[in-house]
T-cell receptor
Framework: DAGITQSPRHKVTETGTPVTLRCHQT?????MYWYRQDPGHGLRLIHY???????DKGEVSDGYSVSRSKTEDFLLTLESATSSQTSVYFC?????????????FGPGTRLTVT | DAKTTQPNSMESNEEEPVHLPCNHS???????IHWYRQLPSQGPEYVIH???SNVNNRMASLAIAEDRKSSTLILHRATLRDAAVYYC???????????FGSGTKLNVKP
């Protein structure tokens, strides 16, 4: 299994509070991704990173920010959580260069915003 | 955005082949087709991917239509462990951004 962990695994927070989710890898992979998955749906890309301090938006980036200060960690921040951000969040990593290389997914973080 | 369409659910008998269809009529020339599957309470895992030609690996086969507007994932002999949600995904660009469909939930009967 790829060395990828997510923390916390479960979190309940109140509307309006800031939340940070952490993705940690031990594979030294260049590419990292954050997705969200809502009930009955596939995953949707929030943000991705192609190197330290190099990040870009995905298809559902509003309300989220990311940071990557070192290769192994990719942080997802909800500046002011809303109920619409209740979801399961998955991190993925990918090695190789540019191209269709396999993405390895973490176990997910279940976030509930009350 | 690159969109895919899949049936919501399918059922198969154990030890029989399964053909999971996917439509991707808006695919562009450089989009790759990927299949991943997701077991309950887990992240997705890789199954197979291709561009134009049919592909085989130890898990499955991928048949791609000549016009690339559809593809089919083939599990040659379904087992109970193959029960999962199967996602047909298009990837676009150098950063391999994935566009997931809604997936097909495969139920395998013993």
């Amino acid at each position: 299994d790829a060395g990828i962990t997510q923390s916390p695994r479960h979190k309940v927070t109140e509307t309006g509070t800031p939340v940070t989710l952490r993705c940690h890898q031990t594979e030294n992979h260049r590419y990292m991704y954050w997705y969200r998955q809502d009930p009955g749906h596939g995953l949707r890309l929030i943000h991705y990173s192609y190197g330290v301090k190099d990040t870009d938006k995905g298809e559902v980036s509003d309300g989220y920010s990311v940071s990557r200060s070192k290769t192994e960690d990719f942080l997802l921040t909800l500046e002011s959580a809303t109920s619409s951000q209740t979801s399961v969040y998955f991190c993925a990593i990918r090695g190789g260069g540019q191209g269709p290389y396999e993405q390895y997914f973490g176990p997910g973080t279940r976030l509930t915003v009350t | 955005d690159a969109k895919t369409t899949q049936p919501n659910s399918m059922e198969s008998n154990e030890e029989e082949p399964v053909h999971l269809p996917c439509n991707h009529s808006t695919i562009s020339g450089t989009d790759y087709i990927h299949w991943y599957r997701q077991l309950p309470s887990q992240g997705p895992e890789y199954v197979i991917h291709g561009l134009t030609s049919n592909v085989n690996n130890r898990m499955a086969s991928l048949a791609i239509a000549e016009d690339r507007k559809s593809s089919t994932l083939i599990l040659h002999r379904a087992t109970l462990r193959d029960a999962a949600v199967y996602y047909c995904i298009l990837s676009r660009g150098n950063f391999n951004k994935f566009y997931f469909g809604s997936g097909t939930k495969l139920n395998v009967k013993p």
